[in-house]
């Protein structure tokens, strides 16, 4: 007749009662074990009701206890510190470590805008460059991207393609001759306004602003007057105005090549993965180790109790629960396993629940809320004081 | 092998068939059992000299009461009172007692007579007793078999016995 102890009472701990052995090195869970399972088991009726349970189930009960506690409080300090932490080095433990805020990833996190931008960023710009034909106005920079073995197709960024700059006809020994393109814009629009000197070659001291309008009037006379140089762009077809001539593409022309920026689509895609290797990438590898449970305050040990006792009432009930009802001489009883299921579940959420609530309430941003509220109170409070009145 | 029913579960069912019968109702009876040994008969099986008991054995029990009667006839007015008692088995096993007809239960100052016994109430219909294991001790089609299962109770229907006809005085219960 196999007979199972039960609870009696008295427990002994040795390292090694629990499943994991977690913390049965530590003197003072030592010590709690066998008080938790004393308390729990009187919490549960002993010994005015006989408990289905063994000092294991209490001290695998108190086990999983801290654990939780130690997982709900990194889970936190992960949530409130997930941008500092990624990137870190996984080398050592961060449970005893002070956690001050960096700008590391969220410098990454804007690499991508940096990139859209042309300001930075964390994909390369390319430099390429196609031959301009005469009387040829369309020009395929996917094909261009074949032709250099590119794969996965590019993304063009910027196009070299515009007329000379005002200041080159501004300044030209030739008065607008230089460039080839600036004589008539330059006469006209000099004439136009009536001033009668060529604009590069006036050695009278002018202010600047006369410089710029002059740059001013021969950009606008250049777009209105003459053809202005402009390209469009459409998945990558090019389409140049004017259409290029003989003397646009002539060797040594001024627009023989046509300069292009451009990425590799593939660099940006994958720009978005670094190797991450002893390095925090994800919740799963921030390196917190569990708790030690001696370094558990009498606030957190209180939650660690009052949690063993819950699972202690779930296990019970699980026990209690495994057969509806109970043969005894001649008839049947049913056990309340069901409801101490029940109260146990609703106490390990509630415990959860206010372990978190109060994790959350001393969270980097609560505490600066709350000191915010503070500072904000305190200076209404002072302004409540009467000012004095100085009399000079 | 079996799934439910087995010797820990039955552990279960013994903390709390105990716990209930020994805490919380705590009905209590007195066990004398028949020493056939002592009592002589004559040739027609009567226990003319009297009938023997062994030592008594307290037990926990449920008990079920019927409503006295009281029944009239030539000889005046008879007292009757029949009573169902119900044992957790493994409280007789440790007891050492296999209740049987003719047996004497005292409860309430009274004494009862076992008129039958019943021992059939088997949990998961299983009575571990009977495991039809083979010469190595296994059961062909389920090996283990003879660990599961639990023969929970033996119920005994008395009657009551007026104590001049039985050979037993209180000495110290």
Request: a negative charge.
């Amino acid at each position: 007749m196999a007979n199972i102890p039960i609870w009696n009472g008295t427990s002994t701990f040795y390292p090694g009662d629990t499943p994991f052995g977690f913390y049965d090195n530590d003197y003072e869970f030592q010590q709690d074990a066998d008080k938790v399972a004393k308390f729990c088991a009187s919490r549960l009726g002993y010994p005015i009701s006989e408990i289905e349970l063994q000092s294991g189930s209490f001290y695998t009960a108190f086990e999983e206890a801290v654990t939780v506690y130690g997982n709900e409080l990194y889970a936190y300090k992960v949530r409130d510190n997930m941008l500092s932490f990624e990137g870190l080095s996984t080398g050592s433990a961060l449970n005893n470590s002070i956690i001050t805020p960096t700008m590391d990833s969220i410098v990454r996190m804007s690499e991508q805008y940096g990139e859209e931008a042309g300001v930075g960023g964390n994909v390369d710009y390319n430099l390429g460059f196609i031959t301009l034909e005469s009387g040829i106005q369309d020009y395929d920079l996917a094909d261009w991207a074949v032709s250099q073995s590119i794969t996965g197709g590019i993304e063009i960024k910027r196009v070299f393609y515009q007329e000379a700059p005002a200041i080159d006809e501004l300044y030209s020994p030739y008065a607008g001759l230089g460039a080839g393109f600036g004589f008539d814009a330059q006469a006209a629009a000099l004439g136009s306004i009536g001033l009668g000197y060529g604009p590069g070659l006036n050695f009278l001291l002018m202010p600047l602003s006369y410089d710029m309008q002059t740059i001013q009037a021969i950009e606008m006379s250049n777009q209105v007057r003459q053809a202005n140089y402009s390209f469009q762009l459409i998945n990558n077809k090019l389409r140049l105005f004017p259409i290029p001539t003989d003397a646009d593409v002539a060797d040594g022309g001024y627009r023989q090549y046509l300069w292009f920026e451009y990425i590799n689509k593939e660099d940006r895609t994958n720009s978005a993965i670094t190797d991450g290797a002893t390095k925090v990438t994800n919740e799963s590898n921030v390196p917190f180790n569990n708790p030690t449970y001696s370094s558990i305050n009498s606030v957190g040990r209180s939650w660690v109790f009052e949690y063993t006792l819950a699972l202690s009432k779930e296990m019970l009930g699980n026990i209690r629960n495994k057969y509806s009802t109970v043969p005894i001489p001649g008839a049947e009883v049913q056990l309340n396993g069901a409801d101490l299921v029940a109260q146990g579940q609703t106490s390990k959420e509630a415990l959860i629940t206010r372990l978190r609530e109060y994790f959350d309430s001393t969270s980097r941003q609560a505490l600066l809320e709350r000191r915010q509220a503070e500072s904000a109170a305190r200076q209404s409070e002072i302004g409540q004081v009467p000012m004095q009145i100085y009399i000079g | 092998m079996a799934l439910f029913g087995s010797n820990r579960d039955i552990s279960l069912f013994r903390h709390v068939n105990r716990e209930l019968m020994g805490n919380v109702i705590s009905q209590q009876c007195v066990f004398y059992k028949h020493n056939l040994g002592k009592t002589e008969v004559n040739m027609y099986g009567e226990a003319t000299e009297g009938r023997f008991f062994h030592n008594p054995v307290l037990l926990y029990t449920l008990v079920e009461r019927q409503d006295q009667s009281y029944q009239e006839s030539d000889l005046g007015i008879n007292f009757a009172w029949n009573i169902t008692f119900k044992f957790l088995r493994d409280d007789l096993v440790d007891a050492d007692v296999v209740p049987e007809v003719g047996d004497i239960i005292m409860y309430q100052e009274g004494y009862y007579e076992v008129d039958s016994t019943n021992s059939n109430q088997f949990f998961v219909g299983k009575n571990p007793d009977y495991p039809f294991t083979d010469d190595n001790g296994n059961n062909p089609l389920n090996p283990g078999l003879e660990g599961f299962g639990y023969n929970v109770s033996i119920i005994c229907n008395t009657h009551y016995v007026p104590a001049d006809k039985l050979n037993i005085t209180r000495e110290r219960l």
